[in-house]
């Protein structure tokens, strides 16, 4: 479980720009998520080639990612809402371009999938072949779970590994 928690841990980027005080709801972070998820799996298929079959849904499956990029199309808004709430308003101008989500994912999904072990590879297809069926709405859901999960036990003091994403406490924004 500890290796599943991990991958769902790095499918989010951590916000370095976000003001202390400022927190996105758990339906921001889906949406940034989403966005986020089409490129995340195309780089862990490169990433993880030589360790999967070649049927390995993680190795390129065109169905599954065209799936997430409908998806992340619709999260678009809502995930540059929260970038903005996260940063400074005036960045909002500069996300309208057709340019600012290419460019955002293409920084950010190296940072994540470079975190990839390779001999975590087959955890990462299984975990990805299991979720695969949910819409992706229901698995943005589940990776944003389970960070508020590692962000309460890295908080009792366990050492877990979380991107500093700054949810809200459940109930407020």
Do not use: H
């Not at 720009?17 to 889906?30: G, H, S, V």
């Not at 992340?72 to 371009?97: C, G, H």
């Amino acid at each position: 479980m500890g290796m599943i928690l991990a991958f769902v841990a790095m499918t989010v980027p951590d916000v370095a720009m976000a003001e202390q005080r400022a927190c996105i709801a758990a339906p921001e972070a889906e949406a940034m998520t989403l966005v986020a998820m089409p490129d995340i799996l195309r780089e862990t298929g490169r990433v993880c080639a030589a360790r999967l079959p070649a049927n390995s849904l993680i190795r390129g499956n065109g169905a599954l990612i065209a799936k997430y990029e409908s998806a992340a199309e619709m999260a678009w808004p809502a995930a540059r809402a929260a970038i903005v709430k996260l940063s400074d308003p005036a960045i909002d101008t500069l996300l309208q371009s057709d340019y600012a989500r290419p460019l955002l994912t293409s920084l950010l999904v190296p940072f994540i999938v470079g975190r990839i072990g390779l001999e975590d590879c087959g955890v990462i297809d299984r975990l990805v072949t299991q979720l695969a069926p949910l819409p992706p709405r229901n698995m943005a859901s589940v990776v944003v779970t389970a960070l508020q999960y590692l962000k309460s036990e890295r908080a009792r003091g366990r050492q877990v590994a979380v991107p500093d994403l700054p949810l809200c406490p459940n109930g407020t924004r």
